[in-house]
């Protein structure tokens, strides 16, 4: 007998339990009640997040996919360890959301050098953009051309591994949407007659928005179109808040570049108003969290770049010393800068 499958999150359907994963009203349904309400209603349960990848079939293709958001954790999953005889694809999406003046051919070149100096095992590396039919178009019969009929789409949770997905097989019942840990199961479908793509599920990154902010709020703070650089100059212990999440504080005079979404609000102040903002953060913020840490980053000459999970980053244009004061236990990493 066929175990029927939510074409949403990719979990076995059921009609026993509502409190267990892949509840629906009936086994003829597309989706489970949770995936219902999400692409219905946008309410947003939680879904679990896998530990390990299904396993795969050593013999296809992986493509790892990941968001130009995640760029600090490219090749920070070394599923080629585990899987050594598959090949490997690296295919970075999303990057309508860098601006227009970015030199693709530079941050190619850096992308490969440190792919050359960390000994990833590759194919190819591909810059795309999922929303991009020509891009599309062209990724399809990439991967059509390979004589292996199991295609894996792999990547973190909210790398737009579904879109992609939902793009190259015209399955209009995937649901590519902001919801990290969406996919729970491998979903599969011909990409032609002699090649399968499967949309595996998401590997957690800890750190992440979804950690800290339920789904009504964070979808809001990923970006889903080109990144307009706000432009603040500082003057030593002045302070720009990003939404009531983010608190970056000049310890010296400097000028500093963030890229979010269009939806976040900035709130300039000062250092030792800090506390007493975060005390007051429910009338002050629309978006805020119980915990902070701060931290205080001396950065290096040239151009670096201040990641903070996966909803902004920052570039400061030069050696500079700042104060951060951000959600404790949030991922923040400084590297040098995607573009000049």
Same mark, same amino acid.
């Given at each position: 007998?066929?175990?029927?499958?939510?074409?949403?999150?990719?979990?076995?359907?059921?009609?026993?339990?509502?409190?267990?994963?892949?509840?629906?009203?009936?086994?003829?349904?597309?989706?489970?009640?949770?995936?219902?309400?999400?692409?219905?209603y946008g309410e947003a349960n939680?879904?679990?997040?896998?530990?390990?990848?299904?396993?795969?079939?050593?013999?296809?293709?992986?493509?790892?996919?990941?968001?130009?958001?995640?760029?600090?954790?490219?090749?920070?999953?070394?599923?080629?360890?585990?899987?050594?005889?598959?090949?490997?694809?690296?295919?970075?999406?999303?990057?309508?959301?860098?601006?227009?003046?970015?030199?693709?051919?530079?941050?190619?070149?850096?992308?490969?050098?440190?792919?050359?100096?960390?000994?990833?095992?590759?194919?190819?590396?591909?810059?795309?953009?999922?929303?991009?039919?020509?891009?599309?178009?062209?990724?399809?019969?990439?991967?059509?051309?390979?004589?292996?009929?199991?295609?894996?789409?792999?990547?973190?949770?909210?790398?737009?591994?579904?879109?992609?997905?939902k793009a190259l097989t015209l399955?209009?019942?995937?649901?590519?949407?902001?919801?990290?840990?969406?996919?729970?199961?491998?979903?599969?479908?011909?990409?032609?007659?002699?090649?399968?793509?499967?949309?595996?599920?998401?590997?957690?990154?800890?750190?992440?928005?979804?950690?800290?902010?339920p789904y009504t709020k964070y979808?809001? +703070? /990923?970006?889903? &179109? @080109? *990144?307009?650089?706000?432009?603040?100059?500082?003057? !030593? $212990?002045?302070?720009?808040?990003?939404?009531?999440?983010?608190?970056?504080?000049?310890?010296?005079?400097?000028?500093?570049?963030?890229?979010?979404?269009?939806?976040?609000?900035?709130?300039?102040?000062?250092?030792?108003?800090?506390?007493?903002? +975060? /005390?007051?953060? &429910? @009338? *002050?913020?629309?978006?805020?969290?119980?915990?902070? !840490? $701060?931290?205080?980053?001396?950065?290096?000459?040239?151009?670096?770049?201040?990641?903070?999970?996966?909803?902004?980053?920052?570039?400061?244009?030069?050696?500079?010393?700042?104060?951060?004061?951000?959600?404790?236990?949030?991922?923040?990493?400084?590297?040098?800068?995607?573009?000049?």
């Amino acid at each position: 007998m066929k175990i029927e499958t939510c074409k949403g999150c990719g979990a076995p359907l059921q009609t026993n339990d509502q409190n267990k994963r892949g509840y629906a009203l009936s086994l003829e349904h597309d989706y489970c009640q949770s995936c219902y309400k999400l692409y219905h209603y946008g309410e947003a349960n939680e879904h679990f997040h896998p530990e390990d990848l299904p396993k795969l079939n050593a013999h296809g293709v992986a493509v790892m996919v990941s968001s130009v958001m995640a760029f600090d954790m490219l090749f920070e999953y070394p599923v080629y360890r585990y899987e050594p005889q598959m090949t490997f694809i690296y295919v970075i999406n999303q990057m309508d959301l860098l601006p227009e003046s970015t030199n693709m051919d530079k941050l190619f070149e850096h992308i490969m050098s440190k792919a050359r100096a960390m000994r990833i095992p590759f194919k190819d590396i591909i810059f795309m953009t999922a929303h991009n039919p020509y891009d599309i178009e062209n990724l399809k019969d990439y991967l059509m051309s390979f004589n292996k009929k199991n295609i894996y789409l792999i990547g973190v949770q909210n790398a737009g591994k579904t879109t992609l997905f939902k793009a190259l097989t015209l399955d209009d019942k995937a649901l590519a949407l902001n919801k990290a840990g969406l996919t729970q199961e491998a979903i599969d479908a011909n990409l032609d007659e002699n090649h399968v793509l499967w949309d595996m599920p998401g590997l957690y990154q800890e750190g992440y928005l979804h950690q800290f902010l339920p789904y009504t709020k964070y979808k809001k +703070l /990923l970006p889903q &179109e @080109t *990144m307009n650089p706000r432009i603040f100059q500082l003057r !030593e $212990k002045q302070t720009v808040f990003i939404e009531g999440l983010i608190a970056i504080t000049a310890l010296e005079p400097m000028n500093i570049v963030i890229y979010g979404s269009k939806h976040i609000t900035y709130h300039k102040t000062n250092q030792q108003k800090i506390d007493d903002l +975060l /005390l007051k953060k &429910e @009338t *002050m913020f629309n978006t805020y969290v119980d915990h902070y !840490e $701060k931290k205080i980053y001396k950065l290096g000459k040239g151009k670096q770049q201040l990641t903070c999970a996966d909803f902004t980053f920052i570039h400061f244009t030069d050696i500079s010393k700042v104060e951060v004061t951000y959600p404790k236990g949030m991922h923040m990493t400084v590297t040098k800068a995607l573009f000049e």
